[in-house]
């Protein structure tokens, strides 16, 4: 932990800019419009201000990649070349090992192999090897994407990870395999091999390319990972590994088709690119870019493919707030090609110069030597209307102006009907929100056995609780209480943890949370360490609970600035503990109120006076505790 920045960590997945002493970035963990997401480097912590995710750097590792403290620990380690010494699981253990996790073990070592067979075994080098020279492709290349070659033999595979101790089931769900009534075979023999990398590094799938012997490299065709537990297409794009730091620094990403195409482009030294090889765009492949950047190159051949290549998934694209150019190659030149013939200055010229915004592009296209009035309106409305999803008002407003101009219409013409198709579109939502409400109230699971999470016990916890535990966290170490004199003469001094636990233990009281209270103990235990300081204590906390939890209340908007947290200790910190405390009790006492109440109404007429009179003067009691306290507490507010 202490070797980890946690703006790289951040960084490796979200563009982070500075914003003033911390950075800010669109949030990985809910649609997020306007950067909410912070990450402080002097706190070594991070959180959205919208959706409330946070923590420290295994928290955040955890959520994004969806793994194990364990795991995010080995990842760290990874990152910071930090050897990590392990023993080796036992067979009860490996048992146990989830089902995700032994399919990731799988396809690395299968990448692994493929790639050492390209590398080392003679139909590999003489075929696979081949393949690839003939694409210009280079061996620093080859190691980058860790390309490699799939024995034509069909069950080398299956035979080698068997000797290796890897299960038929997970070769299966991976897809590495295919099962039939004859047995067990390859999927990809004797094809050229290109892993796909998710966005942290993991392979997740593979796609083959089947090659001829016999014709030393002839294509033939593609075949896919099928969709499994850790790939799903629509969610993954080839070569964002690869590229995500290059387009956080150029802030622009080419999208192409094919693997081969962003390959060949990062040879030519251009790397912000990837691929939805083939595939229509998918919103959850909007949201991955747009992580990284807002600005997006459609990249393709001149061809009729290519054009309805660029046309697909452009709405979405503007719907999710993306700047969209466009750029079609010349006739016969796909990415691959075009970038092989040029160098990397070349290139990035030629696209500087020839790309095109993507409603011109559409503006020309549709209504390029249309004369039929119907077909132009039709052309027209079918550019209002991608013009129409773009959310940011005053984009929308400049490319109305602009539509007019070029379609020669009138602007109040074009604004009338893109507030049609507004307007259409929010009823669809509305409709859609509906469903999905109507869904989840019949779908809805009895309290009594739904398991708490993190957030329902925070909701469940009360204001006052919150704001104690708060205080604990971020200001547990501050002493409040100087050179008190003991009952043996002695002095002893108590910062805020102790004097809350003094205070509260002195009736028994304790937190309705038990995550609360675990942490009051802790910073009462630890108080007495050299150098404790309780807020990183608790946001570096080995539970990822406790730190999640720390980083929820410990940070806000504000203390992320540590001149504004310095001058809130420089406050009257005990007058303000000591009101939360008192707070605290009231809201003990008004609730025992509520209770007596309550059980007062269920008696009814059936009551024994006995009882009651035992009640009535339980609650007289309670009622006076009650405004002893409220004297106490005076007409201070805390906020």
Known sequence: ?????????????????????????????????????????????????????????????MKHEQITYPEALRWLAKKYNIEIQERELSDDEKREQSERESMFVVNEWACQYFHEILKNDVDGQAIGKQYFRSRGIRDDIIEKFQLGFSLSKRDALCNEARRKGFKDEFLVKTGLAIQNEKGLYDRFAGRAMFPWLNVSGKVVAFGGRKLDAATKGVQQKYVNSPDSEIYHKERELYGIYQAKRAIVKEDCVYMVEGYTDVIAMHQCGLENVVANSGTALSVYQIKLLRRFTTNIVLLYDGDEAGIHAAMRGTDMLLQEGMNIKVLLLPDGDDPDSFARKHTAQQLKEYIEQHQTDFIQFKTELLLKNVKDPIKRAEAINSIVRSVSVIPDPIVRATYITECARRLEVDERTLITQTNKYIAGEREEQRKAAEREQRQQSEETVSPSVTVMGLHTALEQSTEVERLMVQSIIRYGDEIIFDNLEAEDGSTVSLNVAQY?????GQDNLSFSNELYNRILQEAVEHSADEGFKADRYFMHHPDPQVSHLAATLGIDSHTLSRSFELKQRSGDLRQRIQHLILDFRMDIVNQHMKDIQRQLKEMGANVECEKLKELMDEYRQTQELRNALAKQRGSDVIV
């Open 1 to 61: 932990m202490d070797a980890v920045n946690i703006v790289d960590v951040v960084g490796e997945f979200v563009n982070l800019r500075k914003a003033g002493v911390n950075y800010k970035g669109l949030c990985p963990f809910h649609d997020d419009k306007t950067p909410s997401f912070m990450v402080s480097p002097a706190r070594q912590i991070c959180k959205c201000f919208a959706c409330g995710e946070g923590g420290n750097a295994v928290n955040f590792l």
């Open 500 to 504: 809350i636990d003094f205070d509260l």
